[in-house]
């Protein structure tokens, strides 16, 4: 029987571990990678601490996303070799050694790209083309409100929208988070534990002229966000990290003609990640290739140190991604 590492979680309360396991048995249309690396999420921190089952038939194992090379196929149509370096999002199991994945959701690493930099990309990257350009259908010229701009899923989106022509108002929690992603030049930055976000925005005049927000906060703004949305202006909800439950006024949503999206890509069927794959990479990939676009990486831990990791990540004063790095 061959043998892995990864991170199991036996307890919530108890230290991520690295154990040994069984490798994953290959489906038909999956490869097996060696993963070089991983980044963690929120949903990894949720799912370690009981609150995030994964989906059905899902690897237990934490890990949404990886980097990696191609060492074994089973009957799986792919354009990639043995021995090409990929890197893709999976529903789980990417904190190990080894990991199966669907061959549709991988994607080719530049020559250029270390294996660090490219587990930071796929899951942040994919979520910001897929939900703000695909679903929400976000425009050059176009008006975008960025809550958690400093994530991420936020300085992918502040990166794909400087180079689409998007005007960004981007929100984060204090200066010195938002003076790193000045390079990524949004319009407005505001620091919303110091003034008022709102009074800001409508002092700076972009009040009922925004076309799209990307919300990670929920219950809490709803009706903020909605005042402050140009008719035919579209919300994306990303989390509700304050409240899930709200009470809208509908008779506002059709004055406006305003349109409410979910996105979540973890729940999304293996033939739906690969389309929203290839679907970013078509856009995107030669902005990769190129480094006109790349991850922003706050720190890199082994694999063993996850719980340090994630305790990183939950302090939330960090900017970019938290990588993983799986030993050889």
């Given at each position: 029987?061959?043998?892995?590492?990864?991170?199991?979680?036996?307890?919530?309360?108890?230290?991520?571990?690295?154990?040994?396991?069984?490798?994953?048995?290959?489906?038909?249309?999956?490869?097996?990678?060696?993963?070089?690396?991983?980044?963690?999420?929120?949903?990894?921190?949720?799912?370690?601490?009981?609150?995030?089952?994964?989906?059905?038939?899902?690897?237990?194992?934490?890990?949404?996303?990886?980097a990696g090379t191609l060492v074994d196929t089973a009957q799986a149509t792919t354009n990639f070799q043995i021995g090409d370096r990929v890197m893709g999002i999976v529903?789980?199991?990417?904190?190990?050694?080894?990991?199966?994945?669907?061959?549709?959701?991988?994607?080719?690493?530049?020559?250029?790209?270390?294996?660090?930099?490219?587990?930071?990309?796929?899951?942040?990257?994919?979520?910001?083309?897929?939900?703000?350009?695909?679903?929400?259908?976000?425009?050059?010229?176009?008006?975008?409100?960025?809550?958690?701009?400093?994530?991420?899923?936020?300085?992918?989106?502040?990166?794909?929208?400087?180079?689409?022509?998007?005007?960004?108002?981007?929100?984060?929690?204090?200066?010195?988070?938002?003076?790193?992603?000045?390079?990524?030049?949004?319009?407005?930055?505001?620091?919303?534990?110091?003034?008022?976000?709102?009074?800001?925005?409508?002092?700076?005049?972009?009040?009922?002229?925004?076309?799209?927000?990307?919300?990670?906060?929920?219950?809490?703004?709803?009706?903020?966000?909605?005042?402050?949305?140009?008719?035919?202006?579209?919300?994306?909800?990303?989390?509700?990290?304050?409240?899930?439950?709200?009470?809208?006024?509908?008779?506002?949503?059709?004055?406006?003609?305003?349109?409410?999206?979910?996105?979540?890509?973890?729940?999304?069927?293996?033939?739906?990640?690969?389309?929203?794959?290839?679907?970013?990479?078509?856009?995107?990939?030669?902005?990769?290739?190129?480094?006109?676009?790349?991850?922003?990486?706050?720190?890199?831990?082994?694999?063993?140190?996850?719980?340090?990791?994630?305790?990183?990540?939950?302090?939330?004063?960090?900017?970019?991604?938290?990588?993983?790095?799986?030993?050889?």
């Amino acid at each position: 029987m061959s043998l892995m590492q990864a991170i199991w979680v036996d307890n919530p309360h108890d230290p991520l571990i690295l154990r040994e396991t069984t490798l994953p048995t290959l489906k038909a249309g999956e490869v097996l990678i060696k993963v070089a690396a991983t980044a963690v999420n929120r949903a990894d921190i949720l799912q370690s601490k009981g609150h995030y089952a994964p989906p059905t038939g899902t690897s237990p194992i934490l890990g949404l996303e990886f980097a990696g090379t191609l060492v074994d196929t089973a009957q799986a149509t792919t354009n990639f070799q043995i021995g090409d370096r990929v890197m893709g999002i999976v529903s789980g199991g990417a904190y190990a050694n080894y990991l199966a994945v669907p061959a549709g959701q991988l994607l080719p690493i530049p020559p250029d790209l270390s294996f660090e930099k490219a587990a930071a990309i796929p899951e942040a990257f994919i979520t910001a083309n897929e939900s703000l350009f695909e679903m929400a259908r976000l425009k050059t010229h176009e008006c975008l409100l960025l809550h958690a701009a400093t994530s991420g899923v936020g300085t992918a989106v502040l990166q794909l929208a400087k180079q689409h022509g998007v005007a960004t108002i981007a929100l984060a929690r204090d200066d010195a988070k938002l003076q790193h992603i000045a390079d990524f030049k949004p319009i407005l930055s505001i620091n919303y534990e110091k003034m008022d976000w709102i009074h800001a925005i409508t002092q700076h005049g972009f009040a009922n002229k925004i076309d799209v927000i990307a919300d990670f906060i929920g219950e809490a703004y709803i009706k903020q966000h909605l005042d402050l949305l140009a008719p035919d202006g579209r919300i994306v909800h990303l989390a509700t990290m304050r409240g899930y439950q709200a009470d809208i006024d509908l008779r506002q949503l059709m004055r406006k003609q305003l349109h409410l999206i979910g996105f979540q890509l973890r729940l999304k069927t293996p033939e739906q990640k690969a389309q929203a794959s290839q679907r970013f990479w078509r856009r995107w990939g030669a902005y990769i290739a190129d480094n006109r676009i790349q991850p922003v990486i706050a720190a890199t831990f082994p694999l063993a140190q996850a719980s340090e990791a994630h305790a990183l990540l939950t302090q939330n004063q960090h900017v970019g991604k938290i990588v993983l790095s799986v030993a050889p």
